[in-house]
């Protein structure tokens, strides 16, 4: 018998493959029942979000999981998740993928980037995703996979913005420019691919969309040559059902909101520029 029941809106079970991440956890979690108020609910990220997930948890899950969420404030829905103790975790399009915070003090980009930071003197980085797809949502998804890694990033502006993409550029903690390309386009593979350049090498990070069926990479170049880091056969949405495992079984509240602030305040920077 799973040990947590789960049910999800039609946009969030298309959108997270919820079905597929559940069944991945059968021990865990499990559909819920007509008899049975839910423990976990999966709302998707569209704009009013936040809103939805305090009015979920009103009705007393232990769980919320909002898929590939929209900048948004969520100051009000985190003091409703602590008041209420809910686990409201996010599962971030490709910053949840754990080859960019494994979270288990494994190898991993954010360790590999962050470490080299220091002597930085560039970080390239290039999302790709099918023609159609709202730029302004690539763009979001893209900067939450950039922040994953480097943590702030300072003077970000855009400076294009269209139907075929965008270009954006900042600086890093160092003073090291930082770009970031969207490209929408159906010749080469939906993913972010993040290249940090220093003195002697750098990282190069190469994430497909959760839905894919290869993992990540991540590759540190230096004085030692190049290292490949060790491989994680996991998407990103599988990847936040396990966090939110651990969370329930830990009675603890994840981080997740107070993080996903850092890419909101971003964003209304950009907003006003």
């Known amino acids: 018998m799973s040990a947590y029941t789960v049910t999800a809106t039609p946009r969030a079970e298309e959108a997270g493959a919820v079905a597929l991440a559940v069944a991945s956890l059968p021990a865990t979690f499990g559909p819920a029942t007509e008899d049975r108020a839910a423990d976990v609910v999966v709302i998707a990220g569209e704009a009013g979000w936040t809103t939805e997930a305090a009015r979920a948890i009103g009705s007393g ?71 159609g797809t709202d730029a302004q949502r690539l763009l979001a998804r893209h900067l939450a996979a950039v922040l994953a890694v480097s943590g702030q990033l300072h003077g970000v502006s855009v400076l294009r913005s269209g139907t075929t993409g965008y270009t954006a550029t900042g600086r890093l903690a160092n003073g090291a420019p930082f770009t970031a390309q969207g490209v929408l386009t159906a010749a080469r593979p939906a993913g972010v691919g993040i290249h940090l350049y220093t003195a002697d090498g750098g990282v190069d990070v190469q994430v497909p969309d959760p839905d894919a069926a290869w993992p990540a990479e991540v590759r540190v170049t230096g004085a030692h040559g190049q290292l490949l880091l060790p491989t994680l056969y996991e998407s990103a949405h599988r990847a936040a059902w396990r966090r939110l495992k651990t969370h329930l079984s830990a009675g603890t509240l994840p ?19």
């Open 255 to 273: 981080d997740d909101l107070a993080g996903f602030a850092r890419l909101t305040d971003l964003y209304a920077t950009l907003a006003a520029t």
């Open 61 to 131: 899950p232990r769980g919320i999981l909002v898929v590939d969420p929209v900048p948004e404030e969520t100051t009000q829905l985190a003091d409703a998740a602590r008041a209420a103790g809910a686990a409201v975790v996010l599962d971030l399009h490709w910053a949840s993928n754990p080859a960019l915070v494994s979270g288990s003090g494994d190898p991993d980009a954010r360790n590999a980037v962050r470490s080299a930071l220091g002597t930085a003197s560039l970080l390239d980085s290039v999302a790709t995703a099918a023609p």
